[in-house]
């Protein structure tokens, strides 16, 4: 697994400025290495969607001598000297934002004298992605014909004059969007929010991806990645490009929506038709008519642009003599970002809520990168961390920071460390844990990297239908997209309240993903469900045919499903009957309920209780045992020792022969009874790790 670390490295105390990050010093680098950190991510070059220039004086631009005698760098010598020490650094492509800055300028406009924070110098102008592309400041910037010598012109052969105007969402009355996530709300600065499926602004961008792999970068991250997905907790996209495309979508349906009647396709504005119906997508968006085929469109748009950038930025590394690495930022992991994962090299996410506790979150996680590398980040709103924050800054909290990094590890996906990390645009400070703390989890992870892996060995998988979840959930996401306040469903989804109940009952699972067979192909037979004991199928409402196949041929072959809700509605009526009526799938009526109609019992046995998360690792000499517990005792602020614990797990396929325990000081007994393994800690810390050495069966 990486080692990653949130690397904005923004100021304490100041706020978070996207999307041009502080200046960089070597002092950094040392400390990383004593992090023992393999990747950083959102950790260079952000400054693009000010300005190509912009991103080269990021990249390349002089360092006064006043600070070099500190060790600062530019963005290219930064990732040389990362480069020496072994870490990987990935260049952030914000996506989303069209910058805006309020500037105070010298007599002749050849000097910056302020941006953004302001001090009554000058004569005040602005700065950004219109004036670049207006070529207003010629003594300041390269012309945009440097970076583009036949210019830019729009999908109609237009000349470009103003990217922000051709480029920006826009809402349903036509007015632009912005990223109100990122704009500081007492500061004059504006950030548009752009549209991906304009072909000029993927121009621009592919830009920024060319400046960032000649200044050095190891990896590209496309952040908001479902670009103009983004937009839609603002109202839109209503943009041109938007209206087009769409229509030409419903133009190629076989058949023609029945809202549609009697419409005429060659000149339809989804956003006109919208308004004489009453409906302005912002109140009540997911009623609105055409919805769901605006949503399929939509899928369909962020899966074949994302593709094109994630190619483009492989093939002009290799021109460069380099292998780049492709990443982007999977929010939260949701459903729509499945198609996208076959472009990507690593997975990062930023999740939509950090709490204290999420096993049932990580699982899913690790299921949706199928065994690829991953790197969590966490999210100031909607959770814990600015209340964490708060609590180490006074000399607190120290356990559950430690819970809140090693609780990805044990559960099969890479939680990054922070450094100076983001704080929302409305907190005046940086997340920075304690040094010392970080070094030490850093250190545990890197000495015992090789009790960590992808794979695992559980017994249960659970099913996680795209499609089925996709139609569960549009609305409730839809609702609760705004990235500020971050919320929660009342009422978990099926899947989600199966995979609490296991978790909350300390069984190990899998995640099966179930691509939805168009904008990802449907690769899933028998062969590979062969390995689970149990299968949990929680709502899996609408399958594929090779889906409902592999299922069959599954069950069939002597495995076990456990169903919760609807299976297959979608289905052929002779594979929907085998499959609902097939003996060896049992009907639960809820999901909570799959714990106790487990065929074979539980996998793993602990002491009633115990608050506690369990993963298994499959690894070279055995299988690792990863127990972290979430006792929490807010009044000694520790996570106190368990005097003795005893956990029994079974595995069918081994034949354990030893047992280890880390930390050191954890004693561990091993009793053997066929495949099930009894474990008898003493002194148990929050995190323990134990060992079981084996041979196959």
Sequence with gaps: MERGVYFDAWFPRQHNYHPSLPARRLRMIEQLREYRSTTLVWAALGGGSISLPYLEGEAFGHIDPRFRVYGFVNDSEFIAACDRAGIRVFGVVFEAGGWEFPVELDDDESEVLAMNELRGAGTRGWMGLREFSQNRYPKLWKPVEHYFPDGLRNSLGEPVTDIIEECCSRDIHGNPCHCLWVEVPDREHACYAMDRNNPVWREYLKAVIRIQIDAGVHGVQLDEAELPITTMQYGGCFCRECMTQFREYLQGLETAPPELAGVDLGTFHYGEWLLGQGYDFKEGRERSPLFAHYMRFQRGAITRYFGELADYAREYGRSRGRE???????????????????????LITEMRNTRDRQPAWYRYVAGFAGGKPVIVVENPYGGVVPELVEELERGRGDDRFRTSVYEGYALGAGMSLPYGSWM??????????????????????????????????????????????LEQEE??????????????????????????????????YDVVMFPDGTLRA????????????????????????????ALLGYLDGGGRAIVAGRLGDNLDAGRQKRLAGHARALRVAAPAEVVAALPDGPQVTAPEGLDAAVGLHRVADGVAVHILRYAYDAAADRVRDLQEMEIRVRLEDVHVTAAEAVPSGVNVELA??????????????????????????
């Excluded at 028998?526 to 090779?546: K, N």
């Excluded at 066929?674 to 069966?697: A, C, F, K, S």
Aim: net charge negative; charged share 20%.
């Design 522 to 549: 449907d690769t899933v037979t028998a062969a590979d469900l062969a390995r689970y004991r149990v299968l949990v199928l929680p709502d899996c409402g609408i399958l594929t045919d090779r889906q409902a196949d």
């Design 475 to 508: 609305a409730a996401r839809t609702a609760l997209a705004n990235n500020i306040l971050n919320l929660l469903p009342d009422q978990l989804a099926p899947f989600w309240a199966a995979s609490e109940a296991l978790c909350d009952a300390l069984q190990p």
């Design 672 to 697: 053997s009874a066929g495949p099930v393994h009894t474990l008898r800690l003493r002194d148990v810390p929050l995190y323990t790790i134990v060992i079981l050495r084996t041979g196959r069966r």
């Design 424 to 469: 929302g645009s409305e907190i005046e400070d940086a997340f920075y844990a304690p040094h010392e703390l970080c070094v030490e989890i850093g250190g545990f992870l890197a000495e015992h990297e090789a009790l960590y892996s992808t794979e695992s060995a559980a017994e249960v998988g659970v099913v996680f239908s795209i499609e089925s979840s």
């Design 324 to 346: 780049v690495l492709v990443s982007g930022n999977f929010f939260n992991m949701f459903e729509h970002y499945y198609a996208l994962e076959p472009k990507t090299d690593l």
